[in-house]
């Protein structure tokens, strides 16, 4: 396989030009919907809004101080996770169950109830084979909605936050929550779902189908005996059996209305457990760039709502700038670690970038695109197996996980922390230039600093312990798939992954282990629930301050120079963290593969 | 205490709009408007049953069907119960070892020279249903000893089934192998 | 006037040094440098390696010795150092409060029984006067307490308060009735009611502050701490998470050694933000110093941040902007007359007039036409200003030359039968309409024309103004003076608005008006009625010769009284956060370099790949390792002198600035350690 560069860069292009434009659009609708404006959809949704009001009794003029939203979001949360640890241990004796698979262990369930409600969507299960239809629609696509609009809720409260002066509150959770899922996400899946269901994407509740297979074929299994053990020959040689396959079973079921919410909440749980690898989920290279579009526009767009919201489009768009910036580096880079391939088999005599674990229909600028766009945002669908890229191909995913993923980021918990980064960035430079430093008018003090550093740098401590706890825990290190180095990236990439609320995972890791199912569940906590709350606290804080008019002598916020230092915060923090881990990971990896073995 | 009612009571709420009304209605919609995508874009033989998806690989091993690419699903390739890769790393000897085998393979069948990596590497999901055109046009000579046909049929054969870029510069040319061989059986290139 | 200030010494001044020398190493208790986190974990760190070194040294086993000790020396070196530059910043003051503290002896005072002068008095120490209690102070006697005058008028030299030896008048009455505790007065007598009870007075809090001993962390420090502290404990997590990581690339490859224990320690000293922990207090302590030198006291660190943020100036018209009194620029003469006639008529009757004013239409006509003052004529005859007339002049030869207000002088001319030419009026108008007072010129029953006086401003104010603009600073003026005039004013001085007729009353509205709007505002005054406006103000200046209620209202004394001096406040504010900002950069921007240093040190035995990350192509890992703790000890002292000093203050816009500072900083803070840690490492192995 050899890369058309001249179409993957039209690719990228198109991709880039094609999320700018909807930045504007979609971001001004956002502001209307959470300023509770008329929409165009109001007509429609409306009616359904004001019954869900009157029958909780939620009015929506109700404001809430910081700590009563903070404590609406937790409860929220902590309700839905154990409806949804029931549903997952329950599953066998639920309806809509044609495959008849049985209830999740315990270990399972909560590391995946804590992974859909925290946007994760880690999954140390297989979609085809663990989950019923039951399990995907009502707890795994359901949260895929509920747990991106707590995202945007956070930051649209953060956001008014900002731009409120001397105020109290920060808006009302349940509305929020709310009007983030009837009039953004669900308008948008629904038409993402029908236009992906038009290239191949399956959607129905049908059993599995089986199909003959064209040319007949056999394998090798071990031998069991009765107790289901392996039985060994003389040598301690497992026994090994000849079956003969005849046919292909082809799996079902509710894919597209479920793959359309996966990448437009930057969830990333596939139905499949190749996720969007799978032609099922994503059948051709124009399926992958509508995914590509939808996974990018959420995020995206919401600096624009920020930036309509606190009154400065301008602010908005710097911090777009920044994000577009880290995107292009990060795709740039990628692309060309791909590009350069793998001398190793190279020297094989096979030619072209290296093809373990891609897919031929999206060719290397898809393949690159998505592993670039999915960790970017807190996505963590795939349809590369980041597992199987080259080193320093593999690495760049990786590291836009571990600055924090605020390169667009997930679903407004990537433009909160990108925010938090903002606050810290300001700081310092609005010391450089003699002031004591403000954003957007508002005095950076002890609260904000405080919380700034807790959204910024919880992950990053969360990787750190549970990474160096992992390698010093036998049970974990033998959960690696590679020896060497490669093994130390799969462990800091599922922390990273699970810390960071992205999902993806370099996936020959078993993940399904009662260490990783806690320890994981422990990193998609703290790392979800810590900046939340410090967002709202900070937020609280912020709304309560004095608005400072500019002037001259303010610290140009929206300006090249600041965006550039903002970009360069983002990455001297994350390679301050983790630059002795990457060096004993991919980096080292990728030397030892020019040096060859 | 209100909170956890209101929590329940919008999970509830939410669940039965997100939950049952979004993918009934999604599924309603496809099923009258795309019912062969929805149903898992199927190709039916001959007799009207299905023999395979247009979207899913199938195993070919024997010399006289195109190959498609290596599979590592779990238990035997193409496997579309347990889709996935193998997950190797780079520097995986066990991934060198792999590829080298399937090198050898290649060679034994009379092909030289560098050899395309999407014909001994293993796709993300185990079931790629697609080759390059290069790695089609380079197993022409072996179909064509194989099933003694002259190998500019077998040549047209492949070029007929290249499937272009999208839109022009979306995706990478490709050759769909189970349509392929399903047209190799079906005699279209026959005299 | 010249003035006996205390030549700023230089900053490694050999007595200072000293002092600050033995004063770093009492600061190393911990429960002392538990206000600094950062450098107690440096602190803790240097006890580890120091057991570590002497384990090694009776066991044998581990790192050599000779590493383990001098790694720790290095570590020692580097509390030691930050606890010096503290010391040393400290150190001016503390010498300054010596000296004042010799002053604050014990003095006689004579205590009234009654408050007038000539009451009986016995005689008190000065410990037992109190708030109210009425003292008389005589020539060549100390004033005991700090107080108000409340009776007669004195010379006063304050030297021992503000280094200024040139006597000051301190009367009963009015803006110039405190005094200080410990001045002395020269000549005369006064009645001084006391205000302040003994360890209150001026000096005691003086002392108290340039001691440092009252200094409490700004909120701009402690929210600078956090990102340090929070940056301290991520990088113990790194190194914590990094021993893990060796062994397990040390069973994978079967290789190597795991990190040990001193590497680790080396590696999270280096990498924590010691530059900026090390210096910080210093900064902000010779900030205070550099306003001292200046004369200028701030009574709390935030105030002087507080200046660094102002957006808006009051200035006050007389003295700041202009200098105090007005000046003659031009004769206008009306039809029939030459100027040279008007500069004659003028020139005579201001003979007699001894004011500035006077004395500048003398000179102007000096200056314009040679017009010498003649000796005063034996039958002249002076006519003295005075509230009724509102017109002075001379009498000579039978001929009267007056000057005065425009209809003043109208009045006499038509009593003696003279006119007035209309075209008078539009002169009148018209100076002052261009910010000037009009002075009619007459001789007998003639109008002659006007004089143009004129207010001055002072040299370089428009400059300095331009540069406030540039800085975001937007100043305003306030005056007594008509709208007209001050308009004109306003706009020669090119000042942003100014505030005409202002009444107490009027500055602290504006004062309010702005602050609400969300700005800063800075003020100087020294009525007292300007003290509710000075209460009011972010920044407030009081002019130590101002009342006792002025000087309390303020969170800043100017000793020297020089109102222009707000414009060095504000520059001194914006050098104490840009030194904690560009500080706080060069210092995490240098932990690249030491990445690149110590991690190819510390893993090249297991990857020998990791090599080519060796940039620097450092010798050996032990000196590789050395070389980083070393430059990070060695940059605090090397950077205390910037400390002291403090980044310098450009005025111009904030981007440029940010620009320039990020080039500076920034990009100099990523690189220099660079060069820094390969020449340490060449000199070690060339004394190796």
Not at chain 1, 255 to 284: C, D, M, Q, R, W
Not at chain 3, 43 to 49: A, D, L, N, P
Not at chain 3, 403 to 412: E, L, T, Y
Request: charged share 15%; aromatic share 8%.
């Amino acid at each position: 396989m050899h890369a058309n560069i001249i179409f993957d860069i039209s690719q990228i292009l198109a991709l880039l030009i094609g999320v700018t434009l909807l930045v504007r659009p979609l971001g001004g609708y956002m502001k209307r919907v959470y300023q509770g404006e008329g929409v165009f959809l109001g007509p429609v949704l409306g009616p359904l809004e004001g019954a869900l009001y009157r029958m909780s009794g939620v009015r929506k003029d109700e404001e809430m101080d910081w700590k009563h939203y903070a404590g609406a979001m937790l409860t929220f949360n902590l309700v839905t996770m154990a409806l949804m640890f029931a549903i997952l241990m329950l599953q066998g004796s639920l309806p809509l169950n044609p495959q008849k698979f049985p209830g999740f262990s315990w270990d399972l369930a909560l590391n995946t109830a804590v992974s859909f409600t925290t946007n994760t969507n880690w999954q140390n299960y297989s979609g085809e084979s663990a989950a019923s239809y039951f399990t995907q629609v009502m707890a795994l696509m359901v949260h895929q909605f509920l747990s991106a609009a707590t995202g945007m809720a956070i930051v649209i409260a953060f956001v008014r936050g900002l731009a409120r002066r001397t105020a109290e509150t920060l808006g009302n959770f349940w509305v929020d929550m709310t009007r983030g899922v009837l009039y953004i996400l669900l308008p948008i899946a629904f038409v993402a779902a029908l236009v992906l269901v038009s290239q191949g994407v399956i959607q129905n509740f049908s059993p599995y189908k089986s199909v003959p297979l064209i040319q007949p074929t056999s394998y090798e299994r071990p031998k069991l005996d009765a107790n289901s053990n392996p039985i060994k020959n003389a040598d301690g040689k497992p026994v090994t059996e000849t079956v003969a396959l005849q046919e292909q079973t082809l799996p079902m079921g509710p894919v597209a209305s479920l793959e359309a919410i996966k990448e437009l909440g930057t969830n990333g749980g596939g139905f499949f457990n190749a996720n969007s690898a799978h032609p099922y989920e994503n059948p051709t290279p124009l399926s992958n760039f509508l995914e590509l579009l939808l996974i990018l526009m959420i995020p995206a767009a919401l600096t624009n709502t920020f930036g309509r919201m606190a009154g400065e489009t301008r602010q908005g768009w710097a911090v777009y700038t920044a994000m577009l910036l880290l995107f292009v580096i990060a795709v740039g880079a990628l692309y060309w670690a791909e590009y350069s391939g793998n001398p190793l088999v190279q020297k094989l005599g096979v030619g072209g970038y290296s093809m373990e674990g891609k897919e031929v229909r999206f060719g290397l600028g898809g393949s690159a695109l998505f592993s670039a766009s999915t960790t970017a945002t807190s996505c963590g669908a795939v349809n590369t197996m980041h597992d199987s890229l080259t080193p320093l191909g593999g690495m760049v995913p990786m590291v836009l996980i571990l600055l924090g993923e605020v390169v667009f980021g997930g679903v407004g918990s990537g433009l909160y922390t990108m925010l938090a980064f903002v606050i810290i960035a300001v700081f310092a430079a609005g010391l450089m230039i003699g002031r004591t430093p403000e954003y957007l008018g508002k005095k950076i003090e002890v609260t904000e600093m405080w919380m700034s550093v807790i959204t910024v740098l919880t992950a990053g401590a969360v990787i750190l312990a549970l990474v160096a706890i992992a390698l010093i825990t036998p049970a974990a290190v033998r959960s690696m798939a590679n020896p060497g180095p490669h093994g130390l990236s799969e462990v800091l990439y599922a922390f990273a992954s699970q810390a960071n609320n992205n999902g993806s995972a370099f996936a020959g890791l078993n993940g399904n282990t009662l260490f990783y199912n806690l320890t994981g569940s422990l990193a998609m906590l703290l790392g979800r629930f810590a900046p939340a709350v410090s967002v709202l606290a900070m937020a609280g804080s912020l709304a309560g301050k004095k608005y400072v008019p500019p002037s001259v002598g303010t610290l140009p916020t929206d300006q090249l120079p600041f965006i550039f230092w903002l970009v360069a915060v983002v990455l001297i923090v994350g390679a301050l963290t983790f630059f002795p881990a990457l060096a004993l990971g991919p980096i080292v990896e990728h030397m030892i593969m020019q040096g060859g073995v | 205490m209100r909170e956890i009612r209101n929590s329940v009571f919008f999970f509830l709420a939410l669940a039965l709009v997100t939950g049952v009304a979004y993918p009934a209605a999604v599924t309603v919609l496809s099923q009258l408007i795309f019912p062969e995508q929805a149903n898992g874009s199927l190709i039916y033989g001959g007799a009207g049953a299905p023999v395979g998806s247009s979207l899913i690989g199938q195993p070919f091993s024997n010399a006289r069907y195109f190959w498609p690419r290596p599979s590592a699903t779990a238990d035997f390739p193409y496997n579309a119960l347990a889709s996935g890769g193998s997950n190797l790393g780079p520097t995986n000897k066990e991934l060198l070892g792999q590829v080298a085998a399937r090198r050898e393979t290649l060679r034994g069948y009379g092909i030289q020279g560098i050899v395309p990596a999407d014909l001994v590497m293993a796709s993300a999901s185990g079931l790629d249903p697609h080759i390059s055109p290069e790695a089609a046009l380079l197993q022409v000579p072996r179909i064509s000893g194989e099933r003694k046909l002259s190998e500019k049929k077998v040549r047209s054969l492949v070029l007929k089934h290249i499937e272009d870029s999208q839109l022009g510069f979306l995706g990478a040319p490709r050759v769909n192998v189970l349509k392929l061989n399903l047209a190799l059986d079906s005699g279209e290139n026959r005299d | 006037m010249a003035k006996r200030r205390t030549k700023s010494k230089g900053i490694f001044d050999p007595k200072l040094v000293k002092a600050a020398l033995i004063d770093s190493f009492t600061k190393l208790d911990p429960r002392a440098l538990w206000r600094n986190p950062v450098m107690l974990a440096v602190e803790i760190g240097s006890v580890v390696t120091t057991v570590n070194f002497v384990i090694n040294l009776i066991t044998g086993k581990g790192e050599p010795a000779w590493f383990t000790g001098i790694v720790s020396a290095w570590l020692w070196l580097t509390v030691l150092f930050a606890t010096f530059a503290e010391s040393l910043a400290e150190g001016r003051g503390k010498a300054r409060a010596e000296s004042m503290k010799k002053t604050r002896k014990e003095i006689m005072a004579k205590k009234l029984k009654k408050p007038e002068p000539g009451a009986e008095y016995e005689l008190v120490p000065s410990t037992q006067l109190r708030k109210g209690d009425v003292i008389l102070v005589e020539a060549k006697e100390l004033i005991a307490g700090d107080g108000e005058v409340i009776a007669g008028a004195a010379l006063v030299n304050e030297a021992a308060v503000t280094g200024e030896s040139a006597p000051v008048v301190r009367e009963s009455g009015g803006d110039r009735s405190a005094v200080t505790a410990g001045t002395l007065v020269i000549a005369n007598s006064v009645v001084v009611r006391i205000t302040a009870n003994p360890g209150e007075t001026f000096l005691d809090r003086m002392i108290s502050l340039v001691e440092g001993a009252k200094r409490r962390k700004t909120p701009n420090e402690m929210a600078l701490e956090v990102l340090l502290l929070a940056l301290t404990v991520v990088f113990f997590l790194v190194v914590v998470n990094l021993s893990p990581l060796s062994l397990y690339s040390v069973k994978a490859m079967g290789k190597g050694q795991p990190v040990t224990l001193v590497v680790l320690v080396a590696l999270f000293v280096c990498l924590i933000p010691t530059t900026i922990a090390a210096l910080l207090p210093a900064i902000g302590i010779a900030g205070m110093d550099r306003l001292f030198q200046k004369n200028v006291i701030a009574l709390s660190g935030r105030a002087i941040e507080a200046a660094g943020d102002v957006n808006v100036l009051l200035l006050d018209k007389t003295g700041t902007i202009t200098l105090g009194n007005r000046q003659a620029v031009a004769f206008l003469p009306l039809a029939g007359c030459s100027e040279k006639e008007l500069a004659e008529a003028a020139l005579m009757a201001s003979l007699t007039d001894e004011t500035p004013e006077g004395r500048s239409i003398v000179v102007l006509a000096k200056q314009r036409y040679d017009l010498r003052m003649r000796e005063l004529p034996l039958n002249a005859e002076s006519i003295p200003f005075s509230a009724e007339t509102r017109i002075s002049g001379v009498n000579i030869d039978g001929h009267a030359f007056l000057k005065g207000a425009g209809d003043s002088i109208a009045g006499v001319v038509r009593s003696l039968g003279g006119t007035v030419p209309p075209e008078l009026e539009g002169h009148v108008t018209d100076i002052a309409k261009s910010g000037g007072t009009p002075l009619v010129v007459s001789r007998d029953a003639e109008v002659l024309g006007v004089i143009n006086l004129k207010d001055v401003l002072k040299g370089g104010i428009k400059e300095r103004f331009l540069q406030l603009r540039s800085m975001g600073i937007k100043t305003v003026m306030i005056t007594g003076d008509n709208p007209l005039t001050a308009a004109a004013i306003a706009t020669e001085a090119q000042v942003d608005d100014f505030l005409a007729q202002a009444k107490p009353e009027d500055k602290l509205r504006l004062i309010r008006e702005n602050q609400d709007r969300g700005y800063m505002v800075a003020m100087t005054g020294d009525g007292t009625n300007d003290a509710p406006a000075l209460a009011q103000a972010d920044v407030a200046v009081a002019m130590n010769t101002g009342t006792q209620p002025a000087r309390e209202a303020a969170n800043i004394i100017d000793l020297d009284s020089n109102p222009t001096k707000l414009l060095d406040i504000v520059e001194i504010g914006k050098q104490i956060l840009m030194t904690r900002g560009t500080l706080t950069t060069f210092s995490i921007a240098n932990d690249v370099a030491k990445y690149f240093a110590i991690i190819p040190a510390a893993f090249a035995p297991i990857y020998p790949q990791l090599g080519i990350l060796n940039v620097m192509r450092l010798a050996n890992p032990f000196s590789a390792i050395l070389s980083a703790v070393i430059f990070n000890a060695i940059i605090i002292p090397l950077l205390i002198p910037l400390a002291l000093k403090g980044t310098r203050y450009r005025p111009m816009p904030a981007e440029r600035l940010l620009v320039y500072n990020l080039l500076i900083y920034g990009v100099g803070g990523l690189l220099t350690p660079f060069v820094g840690i390969k020449l340490i490492d060449l000199l070690i192995n060339l004394l190796v």
